[in-house]
Nanobody
Framework: QAQLVESGGGLVQAGGSLRLSCAASGTIFRINAMGWYRQAPGKQRELVAEITKGGTTTYVESVKGRFTISRDNANNTVSLQMNSLKPEDTAVYYC???????????WGQGTQVTVSS
């Protein structure tokens, strides 16, 4: 069974950087888009960034210019480089992967990112 495992979360001061990584284990056919969602306490989950198999990226407006999503198709990994972090970036970040073969969306368990003032 496929699993997504996130790493790289933690506590950082405002203005600092973190790099989140997500590795997919198991066999997943026809991986399409991969991305990152986040959910802050009391708020709805939102799509932060996504990247297609061909490398096209999209970002939520609030992180443009600060976050960069990338992927390694050979190793089925996706990363999120987060620079100039702000307290409002504090949330649990979830890795996602979509398979166009099965139509399924896979979710990681989440990793906590906390940005102090």
């Amino acid at each position: 069974q496929a699993q997504l495992v996130e790493s790289g979360g933690g506590l950082v001061q405002a203005g600092g950087s973190l790099r989140l990584s997500c590795a997919a284990s198991g066999t997943i056919f026809r991986i399409n888009a991969m991305g990152w969602y986040r959910q802050a306490p009391g708020k709805q989950r939102e799509l932060v960034a996504e990247i297609t198999k061909g490398g096209t990226t999209t970002y939520v407006e609030s992180v443009k210019g600060r976050f960069t999503i990338s992927r390694d198709n050979a190793n089925n990994t996706v990363s999120l480089q987060m620079n100039s972090l702000k307290p409002e970036d504090t949330a649990v970040y979830y890795c996602t992967l979509h398979s166009s073969f099965s139509g399924r969306m896979y979710w990681g368990q989440g990793t906590q990112v906390t940005v102090s003032s």
